[in-house]
């Protein structure tokens, strides 16, 4: 077989978004449920006793977590390849998360009404790095249901920031959701110098 | 047990093994750098593991580093390391320089939003 010099193989250029929040908020059924493939992961299996620290009441019955990321893709035209990479959820792996961030075009924060807290550290971070984000309120059964406008109050949120609701487990709504994350990065786009 | 222990055994002595225990990888590459197999192995070259075929052979068409990564069951830094061997020996071109999203590009947010919208 002939070889193809490496100047003459035309490659998609990556980008990337981040889908966060905190501790079993959804992360991963997000990446799911909008990834044309199976969601791959690396995954270190800790059990609730080795976790400790993670406060499970209130929350779905859950015995590991996932400390390295999972991903998905989503082909769009020939030019680019969109990759969607969920964080971990605990605060002690975010060295992952540099190398993570590094370059991501935008990150959904996903937020549960039951521990909206816990969402915090990484609207912290991303407002750190100067990623753009959105919030979206993953509503599960049972949850307290509030409006938009009191969950960006009790954020605490600059006005710019979209809010939404979302179910993480349907294609439509994790759709919308990055939609509305492209569409607000790219209203926040760097001014092109003249 | 101390899980960093189970960790330690696990997932970071064999892929040390694998990359022969170089931990820096060459290329520059990042988890969504693509890489592509440009030559098939005859199966007779020194030097390639059986990981480094597998590689070879999943990239037929352009795949990221998280993707090879996934695929094969080894951390992102050991298959940075076997891509580095690959590229030398001219079997995978990489996605070159490192690739950074132009974010002021319209053309990629038109794409992505298009894309996203064809869902
Ligand atoms: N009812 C309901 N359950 C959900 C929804 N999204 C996720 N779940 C469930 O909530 C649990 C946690 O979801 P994951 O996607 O694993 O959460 P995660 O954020 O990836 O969790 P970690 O990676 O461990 O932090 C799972 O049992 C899901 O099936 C939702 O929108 N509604
Ligand atoms: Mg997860």
Partial sequence: MASVPSDKVRMPTPVKLLIAGGFGVGKTTMVGAVSEIKPLRTEEVLTDRSVGVDDLSGVERKTTTTVAMDFGRISVGDDYVLYLFGTPGQERFWFVWDELARGALGAVVLADTRRLSDCFPSVDYFERRGTPFVVAVNCFEGAPVYDLAEVKMALSLPADIPVLLCDARRRASGKEVLITLVQHAYSRRPVAKV | ?119
């Fill in chain 2, 1 to 119: 047990m101390n899980p960093d222990e189970q960790l330690y055994d696990e997932q970071v002595v064999r892929p040390y093994v694998i990359s022969r225990g170089r931990t820096e990888a060459r290329a520059n590459l990042d988890l969504i750098s693509l890489a592509v197999a440009i030559r098939q192995p005859t199966g007779l070259e020194v030097g390639l593991d059986p990981e480094h075929l597998a590689i070879v052979r999943l990239c037929r068409r352009p795949l990221s580093v998280a993707e090879i990564a996934a695929a094969l069951d080894l951390p992102a830094g050991t298959v940075r390391v076997l891509l580095g061997d690959l590229l030398d020996s001219g079997f995978v071109a990489v996605q070159d320089p490192q690739p950074e999203v132009d974010v002021l590009d319209e053309r990629m947010y038109r794409a992505v939003l298009d894309g996203l919208r064809a869902l």
